[in-house]
């Protein structure tokens, strides 16, 4: 598999708004992984937080928007809670969330949700889901 | 004392049972605690995207109001709305120019300028009520029901904004519980998230997380789980008969609101509790432990 890092990626547009959606520097990150070994939902992730920031910062956006790991965010706060550099690294999975459904769409389709769920779950489920899954 | 009191959607819907037994033991402890007029639902998540002015119009509304209506604090009970109300107003005091926006936006008779501090019942009863005036109140109590409290994420992170424990190793509930007469069980996980929205779109996902927290505490010895977040609640309730199917061993645990227990504590009438609404009923394991309907068993 061929990948392509250049300065121009790394600079990229992309990476900028970003950067700017979840006001953080990508590159406070020197991966010593405690986000990841924290994280409660890593196991139905296919990508490791780490190894989602250390993407955007190879300015490899497309790969990391591609990832599930966006999706299984329950945005918990432990990573940011543990990180050594302070980096609010639930916003950037929000920024990575809402970058990808302006490009592809939204992630759930409320109408074909389950009706049956729909009268079971508490409505804050709905209104977070919805809130994080669609724009 | 007497608190204005935010409920959000699901206290007054799916978790009225936690709403009831949240009012009565605070009334209880001789905490009045007054329903914010016209509060609006908080959005049951924190808005973190930077630009994502608009939803924080939803949270902020709700402390424009507390200030309108003479209050200087806003009790909540729901983990969710307190964490997303406390982190809105610590947003908004950390960024004036959002909430010159935000107050353009609400055009409200007075702008909010940060004044109402938004706490959580467990703070309240716990340094406002005290542990000794909650032990002395605490008859029947719970006869030494093993519960083991659950926190999960939103009443701990992030600590500098949400302040209320040790995010790594809290604390306040367990007190409160072991001042209710219960026997309070450690073990680990009790921070960790349960799954939160991802059962919506993904229930497998969250199975791994709420089982590694249930199986904990029952291995710990726990006879009931306590928490204070209806999507808690319900994940690691509802979960269970999924669990079951997929991790032989799995024992049911019932999960229940420390307000419940602070009713039955108490000798209330948990009538209106709604613990027929459990997945995972908790009646046969309080009837164990002498706790039911505030009549302990000789």
Known sequence: MRVTISVEQVRSEWVRRIEEVSGQDVMACYHCGKCSAGCPAAEAMDLLPNQIIRLVQLGQVERALESQTIWYCAACQTCYARCPKGVDLPRLMEALRELAMQKRGDHLEIARLDVQALAEFPQQAFIAGFRKYTT | ?298
């Open chain 2, 1 to 298: 004392m007497r608190y204005f009191y935010f409920p959000g959607c699901t206290l007054e819907t799916k978790a009225v049972g936690f709403n009831r037994s949240a009012k009565e033991a605070a009334g209880a402890l001789g905490v009045e605690l007054v329903t914010l007029p016209e509060w609006n639902c908080c959005g049951a998540t924190f808005p973190l995207s930077t630009d994502n002015v608009l939803d924080l119009a939803g949270p902020a509304r709700n402390l424009v109001s507390t200030a309108e209506a003479g209050g200087d604090t806003l009790a909540v009970a729901c983990a969710t709305c307190f964490n997303v109300l406390r982190r809105t107003n610590h947003f908004l005091r950390k960024h004036p120019d959002t909430l010159e926006k935000l107050n353009a936006f609400l055009e409200r008779p007075q702008p909010y300028a940060g004044q109402v501090e938004v706490r959580h019942l467990l703070d309240i009863f716990v340094h406002d009520v005290g542990l000794e005036a909650i032990r002395r109140r605490a008859v029947p109590g719970l006869g030494g029901l093993r519960v083991a409290a659950y926190y999960g994420c939103m009443l701990l992170r992030p600590a500098d904004e949400i302040a209320l424990d040790d995010p790594e190793r809290p604390g306040i509930m367990d007190e409160l519980l072991a001042a209710l007469g219960a026997e309070v069980v450690d073990y680990p996980h009790r921070g960790e998230c349960c799954g939160a929205y991802l059962t919506v779109k993904s229930p497998e996902a969250s199975m791994p997380m709420s089982y590694r927290i249930l199986s904990a505490a029952g291995r710990a010895g726990a006879q009931v789980l306590a928490t204070a977040c209806p999507l808690c609640q319900f994940n690691l309730d509802w979960l269970q008969a999924r669990l079951r199917q997929q991790y032989a061993s799995y024992q049911p645990l019932p999960v229940m609101y420390f307000t419940q227990l602070m009713g039955l504590a108490f000798g209330l009438d948990p009538a209106g509790y709604g613990f027929e609404q459990h997945y995972v009923d908790p009646r046969p394991a309080l009837a164990q432990a002498g706790v039911l309907g505030g009549i302990r068993s000789p």
